[in-house]
């Protein structure tokens, strides 16, 4: 009896900072680990970062079962802010990648910094990330080296979204992209269809398919279409090496988990040792 009643303040300690945990978790921050290096030098591989929950609002599935290949649905409590551009966020990756239709992926995730946002139209001009008419956005140094280089392209990161000979566009000139915010309409047509099929889709799930230079949803002519939801463009630090929104298309704002704020600690990949310098960086 006596054994009992001297663990029971621990056992009461180890629950209660279980619960504490869970709650942190659900609410307030997350963590991952980053196995590449699409955001140097702003995130290295093997930085262990804390993911801020609070600053968009944490968000939340409205049921457990999942189904295969199926978005779950999801609500999100209040923030108190929003996302800006040069935020660096983490967010599910959207599946399957080069197709006309979009999933969540609940078990991959990618961490990229935000360069548009709802409302925006965003373009790459030699190179150089134009927002709404404005530079200043993404890693500029990449950028200048990128408008600057005149060897060859590797393979597979010439050409991008949406992977269209009507529009041919590249890593060094994109666009230029609209990207839709929640309760804007554009008009439809075959042209620039392309672009906006995914998100449709997603939106709607329902495929787009034309016929005689008529867009149609199921079986009903379309040439204007509202949004419901609100979409981001992401892209890594490192243009030569990131698979971003260049390549996977934007990103909607329920695939979003929060902002990327700490590197609580890094362990070189090779060799396995803490990388003191880095330990407790913020992330910018």
């Known amino acids: 009896m006596r054994r009992r009643k001297h663990f029971t303040p621990y056992l009461k300690a180890i629950v209660i900072a279980f619960f504490i945990t869970l709650l942190l978790r659900l609410f307030v921050v997350d963590f991952y680990m980053i196995p590449t290096d699409s955001m140097t030098p702003a995130i290295e591989p093997g930085d262990y970062i804390m993911v801020n929950k609070l600053y968009k609002g944490a968000r939340f599935y409205k049921q ?5 290949g199926k978005t779950p649905e999801t609500f999100r409590i209040p923030g108190y802010s929003s996302i800006r551009r040069n935020d660096i966020v983490v967010f599910n990756l959207p599946t ?21 946002l709802p409302g925006d139209t965003l373009s790459i001009s030699n190179g150089i990330y ?11 140094r990449e950028q200048y080296l990128l408008s600057h280089y005149q060897g060859e392209y590797l393979p597979g990161t010439y050409h991008t979204f949406p992977f269209d000979t009507t529009y041919a566009w590249t890593m060094r000139c994109f666009g230029p992209l609209f990207i839709p915010a929640t309760g804007q309409t554009i008009l439809l047509d075959t042209v620039n269809l392309s672009l906006f099929r995914r998100l449709i889709y997603y939106e709607t799930h329902t495929s787009l398919h034309t016929r005689h230079g008529k867009v149609y949803l199921k079986d009903s002519i379309i040439t204007r279409y509202t949004f419901q939801k609100n979409w981001y463009f992401m892209a890594g630090d490192k243009i030569f090496n990131s698979r971003d929104s260049r ?10 988990i929060g902002k990327a704020v700490l590197v ?5 990949p090779e060799t396995r040792q803490i990388s003191w310098k880095r330990t407790l960086n913020l992330i910018r």
């Open 264 to 268: 609580l600690y890094s362990k070189d």
């Open 247 to 256: 390549y996977i298309g934007l990103i909607p704002e329920d695939f979003l």
């Open 64 to 68: 457990l079962k999942f189904e295969s």
């Open 130 to 140: 134009t927002v709404n008419g404005q530079t200043g956005y993404g890693n500029l």
């Open 96 to 116: 399957p990648l080069f197709s006309d239709q979009m999933e969540m992926d609940l078990s991959h995730f990618y961490v990229k910094r935000c360069i548009g």
